[in-house]
Structures are given as C-alpha cells and as structure tokens.
C-alpha cells in the first residue's frame, strides 16, 4: 500500500474509531438508505481520488474549477485526480490532474470551520450530460426546503461499506439556528455561521461522501462537512453553507488561474 494512501486510511480509521468515545470529535461525513442513480442525475458530482482511491466527492463550477470541502485536502493537491462524469467512483469518465487548489485561509481543522476548497485541473474536461457545471446557490435555503446529497460514501456508518455506484438522499434543510438547539448543543458542539444542516429520518450523509454537493431548486447549497456519526437521531448532518461564502468563491476562482 502506498504511504500516502496508507496515511489518508489510518486518519480515516482512527476519525471513525474515536467517535462513540470522544464526544466533540467529528466524523468526516457519508449517504446512508439513499438510492442509487445515473451520473446524469447529479451530473456536477465529481470523484476526488488518490492514486485511484476514492477519497472526497466535489462539484464542477466549471470545466476546470472544482468545489470541495477543506478537510479533504491533507495531502498536495498535485497528487490529487479528479474522476468526473462516471456512475462508478472506480472507472470510466474523465480522470484528471489537480494542479493546485485554494482552501479558505480561515480552515480549521477540529472542529470544522470554513470547511471550503476550490480546485483547479490541469485539462478542461469535456462537459456534457454527465458531466455538467452546478451554479452556486445565492441565499442560504430556508428552513424545510428539500435538499438532495450525493456521493459514493460509506451507506452504514460502523462498516466500512463504501459504494461503487453513486447514491443520493433526498433530506430536509435545517436552518443554522435550530440546529444548533438539536443535539449538537448538549454536546457543546457549535454550529457557526457559514454551516447549515439537513436531515430526514435514517437518512444522511456519510464517510467519504465529504466535499460532495447537497443541491436545492437546481443550486449548490451544501458541501459535505461533518456530523457526529451517521443518520444519527437529533444529529443532523452539517454543510458548509455555499451561500454565505459565495463571494469568496466568485472571488477565488477569478485569482485560481485558468
Ligand atoms: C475531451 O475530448 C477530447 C476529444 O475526444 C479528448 O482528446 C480529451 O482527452 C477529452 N478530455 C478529457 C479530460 O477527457
């Protein structure tokens, strides 16, 4: 196995080992008794890889620029690949060289704050049914808007069941101030400005499923972060809101280069 694949693997290991035993650590996140659908469905969503391992989901801006979230940046993004327009995480669709990628100067680590990345190829893909640029949404959605996550994540949280094809859940959006008087709270863990949450009875995101899309009317309103466990009641999952750091976005992929 190589080093780097073998490190990413450990942080992934050891991130889920501790859950049920540290409570304010968080789980990168994942989709739990979402269905399976045609890349055509969600043609923004991307496959982040190392060295042929699936690691991240992202979302096409467009045919060069790429949206992710920041904690799936631990290693240089030269070593990075981006496989877009393909059902499969495994094979098929475009696969394409990262050449260098912006997280957002304000990124921490644990917990999650400005969980945000762009990402610049080193080819244009070829866009297309299956491959398809996402517009990012303008205002954070309102409380009970249907929202749908996509990903080839982990669909049980204690098992370290990844898809091959990609899945989607069809959730409800929270908004940040209820869902911070959920769960979250007795755990003293905060919901801060630029997260929002969704949630639907047993339904989630979930390991591996992080930096991919959570799309509303048409638009980009989520980024995959973080939640304690999966699908876990009064524990909604957490995105970084598009909305609130659209101009940093607008800004950023301006300056990424081309
Ligand atoms: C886009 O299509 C052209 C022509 O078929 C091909 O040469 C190129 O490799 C494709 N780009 C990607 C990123 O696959």
Redesign the pocket.
């Known amino acids: 196995m190589p080093i780097s694949w073998a490190l990413l693997f450990i942080q992934l290991l050891s991130s889920t080992a501790v859950l049920g035993v540290r409570q304010t650590t968080q789980s990168h996140l994942r989709i739990v008794n979402g269905i399976t659908i045609p890349i055509s469905f969600a043609p923004w969503q991307v496959s982040i890889q190392v060295m042929g391992n699936h690691i991240c989901g992202g979302s096409i801006l467009n045919a060069k620029k790429f949206i992710t979230a920041a904690h799936c940046l631990n290693l240089p993004a030269h070593q990075l690949q981006v496989r877009a327009g393909s059902t499969f995480r495994n094979t098929g669709g475009?696969l394409?060289n990262v050449v260098y990628a912006k997280k957002h100067s304000g990124y921490v680590g644990s917990p999650y704050k400005h969980d945000i990345t762009l990402l610049l190829l080193k080819?244009?893909?070829?866009l297309s049914y299956k491959a398809n640029k996402i517009d990012l949404a303008s205002n954070s959605p309102y409380d009970g808007t249907t929202a749908f996550v996509s990903g080839w994540g982990r669909y049980v949280e204690d098992k370290n069941a990844f898809t091959i094809d990609l899945r989607i859940a069809v959730l409800s959006m929270i908004d940040r101030g209820t869902c911070q008087k959920s769960k979250y709270a007795e755990r003293k863990m905060k919901i801060t400005k630029g997260m929002i949450c969704a949630a639907s009875g047993g339904k989630d995101a979930c390991q591996g499923d992080s930096g991919g899309p959570l799309v509303a009317n048409g638009k980009l309103v989520g980024i995959v972060s973080w939640g304690l466990g999966c699908a876990k009641r009064g524990f909604p999952g957490v995105y970084t809101d598009v909305a609130y750091y659209r101009d940093w976005v607008l800004k950023n992929m301006d300056t990424l280069g081309s």
Do not use: A, D, T, Y
């Open positions: 475009q394409v080819r244009k893909l070829n």
